[in-house]
Nanobody
Framework: QVQLVESGGGLVQPGGSLRLSCAASGTIFSINAMGWYRHPPGKERDLVAVITSGGSTNYADSVKGRFTISRDNAKNTAYLQMNSLKPEDTAVYYC???????????????WGQGTQVTVSS
């Protein structure tokens, strides 16, 4: 069974930094794109950043220049380095990935359980 587990959330002051991790585990054949979404209170879930298996990246305009997505393919792990955090970055952050399990001959879309990021003084 494949699962995604996020870590690294917490409380940080404005201007601070956090690094989120998303580790995929289970019987995995391959992983395509991995990404981060966030769900602010009272708003919809939106894409934050995505990275392909080849390392190409895309970011929401609101985080460009402040957030960096990366991945370690050997560890089946994606990261989100968040710098210059603002109160409006407060949200539950979710990892997702397109994964082909060894037992299934097609890609499946998986979500992590979410990790809370709170930016406040």
């Amino acid at each position: 069974q494949v699962q995604l587990v996020e870590s690294g959330g917490g409380l940080v002051q404005p201007g601070g930094s956090l690094r989120l991790s998303c580790a995929a585990s289970g019987t995995i054949f391959s992983i395509n794109a991995m990404g981060w979404y966030r769900h602010p209170p009272g708003k919809e879930r939106d894409l934050v950043a995505v990275i392909t298996s080849g390392g190409s990246t895309n970011y929401a305009d609101s985080v460009k220049g402040r957030f960096t997505i990366s991945r370690d393919n050997a560890k089946n792990t994606a990261y989100l380095q968040m710098n210059s955090l603002k109160p409006e970055d407060t949200a539950v952050y979710y990892c997702n990935a397109d994964i082909r399990p060894r037992s299934i001959s097609r890609l499946q879309h998986y979500w992590g359980q979410g990790t809370q990021v709170t930016v406040s003084s």
